[in-house]
């Protein structure tokens, strides 16, 4: 498959890595490094997309591997406050900007790893698929989730 | 709010949308912010080194002194910038494996033997360094002083670097386990 191709691929698709950029880092500087470093990333492993699985599952493997691989830069931690600031200027309904704004505050508390699995869970995928993504057994997503699922929902009923 | 809701949420997001064009200036090295990091410090560096290299002969009296200082020195610019070479090729290939978990083990392995020669060869570049400055220097006092300051900065060169790899190679060593 040439550029062309890929391009089209990505600009469809590329939904997945904004979400990706958005929970893995705070600062829109950052966000759009790492959006160009998954880009970068994905274009250097194209070659080795045979289409045996579905390309967002690709996508997703290689987003989530550079986002927890890149080295971050030495920055001081400071407190994040959830807002939305580069969401396009459209107006969203109320009640469902409040819920993605709780969902981000409670996934940012999650640590890198659990972040990958919890991605993975909310775009539908089954434990199976999360599995073979990730490289660990259904038994150990089944754990990861239920433990993640009660962080998450004692976080958001605070 | 449920879980239900939480997916909900989630499949509702609106993300940027970025052009076609944008995103193919994204597949060029010459535009990616590490790459382009690291390719800057190596020109500086390639430059200042050879223009330390094709003066210092005459300039430090390095025709003055033993062939095997001259090649040492030599020897210990050298090695840095090869590995720093090494690592603008490192830099671009983060995926390494079939699955999250196999790419991050493998990278893990390629970023601790990739430290560990950064730092063997930032203390080879000091030794050359050092050797060839002091060699059949007569010390008094003050070049004892001023010796003992330089090897406490190289010495403090030398921990922050070991640090810097040392959290990279932790945050990396907790990624990997975390999925055990």
Redesign the interface.
């Known amino acids: 498959m040439d550029?062309a191709q890929f391009?089209?691929l990505?600009?469809e698709h590329?939904?997945i890595i904004?979400?990706i950029c958005?929970l893995y880092r705070e600062s829109k500087e950052d966000r759009e490094?790492l959006?160009?470093?998954i880009?970068?990333?994905l274009?250097?492993?194209w070659p080795t997309f045979k289409g045996d699985a579905k390309i967002s599952t690709w996508i997703y493997?290689?987003a989530?591997?550079?986002a927890?691989?890149?080295?971050?830069k030495n920055k001081p931690n400071i407190q994040y406050t959830p807002v939305l600031p580069?969401?396009?200027e459209?107006e969203?309904n109320e009640e469902?900007a409040l819920?993605?704004e709780?969902?981000f505050a409670a996934l940012k508390l999650l640590?890198?790893?659990?972040k990958?699995i919890i991605t993975l869970y909310?775009?539908?995928m089954n434990y199976q698929q999360i599995a073979?993504?990730?490289?660990?057994n259904e038994n150990y997503v089944g754990v990861k989730l239920n433990r993640m699922?009660n962080k998450?929902?004692k976080l958001?009923?605070k | 709010?449920e879980?239900d809701?939480?997916?909900?949420?989630?499949?509702?997001?609106?993300?940027?949308?970025?052009?076609?064009d944008d995103?193919?200036l994204?597949?060029s090295?010459n535009?990616?912010?590490?790459l382009k990091k690291i390719r800057m410090q190596l020109t500086i560096e390639i430059i200042g080194w050879s223009v330390f290299l094709i003066c210092y002969y005459t300039m430090f009296d390095g025709n003055h002194k033993p062939i095997w200082i001259n090649i040492t020195l030599i020897v210990s610019l050298l090695l840095p910038l090869i590995h720093n070479l090494m690592g603008y090729r490192f830099a671009?290939?983060?995926?390494n494996?079939?699955?999250?978990?196999?790419?991050?083990k493998n990278?893990l392995s390629k970023v601790k033997i990739y430290a560990t020669v950064s730092i063997i060869c930032r203390l080879f570049f000091m030794i050359g360094l050092l050797l060839f400055f002091t060699y059949e220097l007569s010390f008094n006092t003050k070049k004892y002083i001023s010796f003992a300051i330089i090897i406490l900065i190289f010495l403090i060169q030398l921990f922050i670097l070991y640090r810097l790899w040392a959290k990279?190679l932790n945050?990396?060593k907790?990624?990997v386990t975390?999925?055990d």
């Open positions: 550029e391009l089209a990505i600009k590329q939904g904004h979400k958005r490094d959006f160009q470093e880009i970068f990333q274009w250097k492993a493997r290689i989530l591997n550079t927890i691989a890149v080295f971050r580069e969401m396009p459209q969203q469902l819920r993605q709780q969902l640590d890198d790893n659990e990958a909310l775009e539908d073979e993504i990730i490289g660990i699922k998450i929902q958001l009923t | 709010m879980l809701e939480l997916k909900h949420a989630w499949g509702k997001i609106e993300t940027p949308i970025k052009s076609t995103i193919k994204m597949l090295e535009r990616h912010p590490v671009k290939y983060l995926v494996g079939a699955t999250i978990k196999e790419s991050l990278y990279r945050n990396l907790d990624a975390a999925f």
